[in-house]
């Protein structure tokens, strides 16, 4: 489809993300309603059969085609502001991402070692592990990961 095609059924609003039916698509969609479901944490719109992540839909209808890999740099998947995209890498998208469940320090990229009773500090570049060392605090393994973070991952860190 050409992003003509998407602006004939939809309307997109880069200052809230937000996209609003122009025609409907079926007798169930109202006109001027607002456009999609969220199936696995992202915002989708169903159109002509197929399935469109809203995020990837943005960047299509403003700048007239499909990125790679876009990234949501405050990492809300449902914030579809064009400021709040940007294209990324595959690393730089990983190194974006949250707090992993199994965390128990609070600090992404900080464990703690029972073997060795300190806490360890990691970062992941060009897919391989970094030790940045064992430290005897938390605020020590905590400072460590943050300029590691400066020094490798940049605008894409998520602390």
Known sequence: MKSDDFSDWLTYHPDTGIFNWKKSPNQRIIIGAVAGTVKQDYIVI???GKLYRAHRLAWFMTFGYWPI???HKNCNKTDNR?????EATQAQNLANQGLRSNNTSGIKGVCWM????????VIVVNKKRVHLGLFSNLEDAKAAREQANSKYQAEYAYE
């Open 69 to 71: 890999l876009l990234d």
């Open 114 to 121: 029972k073997k060795a009773q300190k806490w360890h500090a």
């Open 46 to 48: 169903q159109l002509n």
């Open 82 to 86: 064009i400021n709040n995209l940007r």
